[in-house]
């Protein structure tokens, strides 16, 4: 899909989400015009794709389990919108080559840590390592991105989206760096568990609310 395209879409997607699930996106001053970078979110809907980069106005590309690409339609959805497949379990060195290569020329890459939804009750599941490690290799930053509310608008035991509030919060980059000393594999999992309570601090911010 080439870039005009999205841009095209975005005023609409932006449109029909406001009204239909009054999504609001704060923290947005947080995302950099320029250079590569990691945008790792938490992942509770089908739609988080679209939600997260109607602010980013830049190309975007996403790294998508490698299943989704062969379903009926998401796989081609997915694919039109430049999706690149990745094998969640185990190493995929064509798509760390791939994603490398776009970060280094200065784009942006859509990663989401947990690998597959969130629960129904949008707590978030386990994180990879993989975006801390990219972002080590590629020597970008992170943008830490929550969504909430979404688990409500379209769960993972529901067939069919529905009404209702959904929020993206964009919090303060994070800078990959090693400490003196530390081995590569030992700080992306160190930055990993940093990124995780940092996605998770506005998750809890919503149940306390």
């Known amino acids: 899909m080439p870039q005009w395209a999205f841009e ?19 923290g947005t001053e947080n995302i950099p015009s320029s250079g590569g970078l990691i945008i790792a979110a938490n992942h509770q809907t089908y739609f988080d794709p679209f939600w997260i980069s109607i602010p980013v106005n830049r190309p975007v590309r996403y790294l998508a389990w490698k299943e989704a690409f062969d379903w009926p339609l998401v796989g081609k959805i997915i694919t039109f ?12 060195p064509a798509a760390i080559r791939r994603s490398l290569h776009w970060l280094r020329c200065g784009g942006v890459l859509v990663i989401f840590p947990e690998g597959a939804r969130s629960t129904a009750e949008g707590t978030i599941t386990h994180f990879k390592a993989g975006a801390a490690r990219l972002a080590l290799e590629a020597n970008v930053p992170i943008l830490p991105v929550t969504i909430r509310g979404a688990n409500h608008v379209w769960p993972r035991n529901q067939f069919l989206p529905r009404l209702g509030n959904v929020e993206i919060i964009y919090h303060k980059l994070q800078q990959i760096e090693p400490c003196s000393g530390e081995e590569t594999r030992r700080c992306a999992r160190r930055q990993t568990a940093l990124l995780a309570r940092t996605i998770q601090s506005a998750l809890i911010d919503e149940q306390r609310a």
């Open 8 to 26: 095209a879409v975005r005023p609409v997607v932006r449109r029909l989400s406001r009204i239909c699930w009054k999504l609001k996106h704060y």
């Open 81 to 92: 919108l430049g999706a690149w497949p990745l094998q969640v379990e185990g190493s995929d």
